[in-house]
């Protein structure tokens, strides 16, 4: 790392400081400022700051920061704005003037926020396709195609999730019989069928890649620890997730899909049953890593997790706000606290949100949640922006997919940080000041300094470049 505190005379040219000035994004829980650019701030020298940025400590690398693709925001998107309206919202999401988001999260098959239940092969009572030869795409699916092909045009790094909520009716016992709903609803895997499911699953994975759409990383279920009783749901037993594990991993090699597994993508407090999954030494050497959800225990577990398994990386996958709790500053200060600065400087990868989009009720649903808020709510043509957006812009528009997370101090006095290096050589920090007071600080780069005053309730985002790029570079003429 340069830190060159003045300018050096080498061969006739003056370099001046690799550093750059320090630009500020700032949200505050009053909503006076809503990721508003602040004016620059400056480097000195000769202080010591109360936040230590040391570059040279990395953890995780940064794979994505995002929400879910349901099928009830793509029906929103598609249905209930005007294609205007729909491309000024995909920018605002994912243009690099907008949050910048870089990765979604696409349900296999139907989850609650849903317009009708499915799956990719559906049959009628009584029947089953062992060979799969009626699988097909859903129509759900493909009617969003094209929205998710025009967020890949905006934003050409955006990493893909895939998770299945269920498998088919006909491959499931102990569901809530054929006739209900076509039979997704509740239910386990029947252990008779699942390589036919690994199968089903690496051809929903070709069917998406041939639109231009790769997964790059899937869940093996959504939340198998949880058996939903008015929307598709399927629990497994981590015996049954490290079996899946096995016959899926070994379907993909067949197919050479580089879709990486996860497994668990439940809450923190059953973060057990991820060990018992990876216990499976078989199953462990197709898995990449374990997914999160926020409705359970505290972020930690991600850390003890990572602790027994150094070689799995942790993603978060999901969290939803409710349209009845809390209000702007007590989510945005709990969203960043524990979804940003707690989820990455415990091994996250990855911040992902639920639904992109919802209405102002929280519909479209088949069940499940009844009043989650989205990313954003589209209502009566328009579409506004809800403080899960500026949760997930705050790391989006400076954390860099590819980028490190480096040590930072983690608190000083109300204030959390966590810090980042970009695969360019820029850095970011971002950092939270859950109290009703502002506070004055100091940050610290190598020995370079700047201060700033967090005001109350804020988070503030901020990038500088300290790489070996000469800024100014001036022939000396004497
Ligand atoms: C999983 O589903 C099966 C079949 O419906 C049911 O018997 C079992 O109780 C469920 N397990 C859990 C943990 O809910
Ligand atoms: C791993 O799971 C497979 C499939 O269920 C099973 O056959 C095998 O015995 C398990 N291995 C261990 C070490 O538990
Ligand atoms: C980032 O910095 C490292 C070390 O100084 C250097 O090797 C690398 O080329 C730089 N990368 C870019 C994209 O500037």
């Known amino acids: 790392m340069h830190n060159l505190l003045l300018p050096l005379l080498i061969?006739?040219?003056?370099?001046?400081?690799?550093?750059?000035?320090?630009?500020?994004?700032?949200?505050?829980?009053?909503?006076?400022?809503?990721?508003?650019?602040?004016p620059n701030l400056i480097w000195s020298t000769g202080q010591s700051g109360n936040i230590i940025i040391d570059t040279t400590k990395t953890y995780q690398?940064?794979?994505?920061?995002?929400a879910s693709f349901t099928d009830s925001a793509a029906y929103l998107m598609n249905k209930k704005?005007?294609?205007?309206?729909?491309?000024?919202?995909?920018?605002?999401?994912?243009?690099k003037e907008g949050a910048n988001l870089n990765m979604i999260r696409i349900p296999l098959s139907s989850s609650d926020m849903a317009t009708a239940d499915f799956t990719s092969d559906d049959m009628p009572q009584g029947k089953s396709d062992p060979l799969l030869e009626k699988f097909k795409l859903n129509k759900h699916h493909t009617d969003s195609i094209p929205i998710l092909q025009e967020i890949k045009n905006i934003q050409p790094e955006l990493s893909i999730m895939g998770t299945p909520w269920s498998a088919p009716g006909w491959m499931k016992s102990g569901n809530r019989g054929w006739w209900f709903r076509?039979?997704?609803?509740?239910?386990?895997?029947?252990?008779?069928?699942?390589?036919?499911?690994?199968?089903?699953?690496?051809?929903?994975?070709?069917?998406?890649?041939?639109?231009?759409?790769?997964?790059?990383?899937?869940?093996?279920?959504?939340?198998?620890?949880?058996?939903p009783w008015d929307y598709a749901g399927m629990n497994l037993t981590a015996e049954q997730e490290a079996n899946l594990a096995i016959s899926v991993g070994k379907a993909l090699q067949d197919r050479s899909l580089d879709t990486k597994i996860l497994v668990h993508d439940h809450n923190w407090d059953i973060a057990y049953r991820a060990t018992r999954v990876?216990?499976?030494?078989?199953?462990?050497?197709?898995?990449?890593?374990?997914?999160?959800?926020?409705?359970?225990?505290?972020?930690?577990?991600?850390?003890?997790?990572?602790?027994?398994?150094?070689?799995?990386?942790?993603?978060?996958?999901?969290?939803?706000?409710?349209?009845?709790?809390?209000?702007?500053?007590?989510n945005l200060m709990w969203n960043v606290n524990n979804l940003v600065i707690g989820?990455?400087?415990?091994w996250g990868k990855t911040v992902m949100l639920w639904s992109l989009a919802l209405d102002k009720k929280g519909n479209p649903n088949v069940?499940?949640?009844?009043?989650?808020?989205?990313?954003?709510?589209?209502?009566?043509?328009?579409?506004?922006?809800?403080?899960?957006?500026?949760?997930?812009?705050?790391?989006?528009?400076?954390?860099?997919?590819?980028?490190?997370?480096?040590?930072?101090?983690?608190?000083?006095?109300?204030?959390?940080?966590?810090?980042?290096?970009?695969?360019?050589?820029?850095?970011s920090l971002i950092l939270c000041n859950d109290?009703?007071?502002?506070?004055?600080?100091?940050?610290?780069?190598?020995?370079?300094?700047?201060?700033?005053?967090?005001?109350?309730?804020?988070?503030?985002?901020?990038?500088?470049?300290?790489?070996?790029l000469f800024l100014e570079n001036k022939r000396l003429i004497y």
């Open 81 to 95: 704005l005007s294609s205007a309206h729909r491309t000024a919202l995909l920018n605002e999401l994912f243009g």
């Open 367 to 427: 069940g499940g949640c009844k009043n989650c808020r989205g990313v954003v709510t589209i209502s009566n043509g328009k579409f506004t922006k809800n403080e899960e957006y500026y949760v997930l812009a705050h790391v989006s528009r400076v954390a860099q997919k590819g980028s490190y997370r480096v040590e930072s101090t983690e608190r000083y006095q109300t204030v959390r940080s966590v810090a980042f290096i970009n695969p360019d050589n820029s850095s």
């Open 11 to 38: 061969l006739g040219h003056v370099f001046y400081p690799a550093y750059s000035t320090i630009q500020v994004l700032l949200t505050t829980g009053d909503k006076q400022h809503l990721l508003s650019p602040q």
């Open 435 to 468: 109290a009703q007071n502002a506070v004055h600080i100091s940050i610290q780069d190598d020995n370079m300094v700047f201060t700033y005053t967090m005001p109350s309730n804020s988070v503030a985002s901020f990038s500088w470049t300290q790489d070996s």
């Open 343 to 346: 989820n990455i400087r415990n």
């Open 182 to 227: 076509k039979g997704i609803i509740a239910g386990t895997l029947n252990e008779i069928w699942v390589e036919v499911y690994a199968e089903y699953l690496t051809k929903i994975i070709e069917a998406f890649a041939s639109y231009g759409l790769v997964l790059d990383t899937m869940t093996l279920q959504n939340e198998p620890a949880f058996t």
């Open 278 to 330: 990876l216990e499976n030494a078989t199953a462990a050497q197709f898995i990449h890593g374990i997914a999160f959800h926020c409705y359970g225990g505290d972020v930690s577990a991600q850390s003890t997790v990572k602790a027994a398994y150094p070689d799995k990386e942790i993603y978060f996958t999901e969290c939803s706000g409710t349209l009845s709790s809390g209000n702007f500053l007590s």
């Open 61 to 66: 690398t940064m794979e994505g920061v995002g």
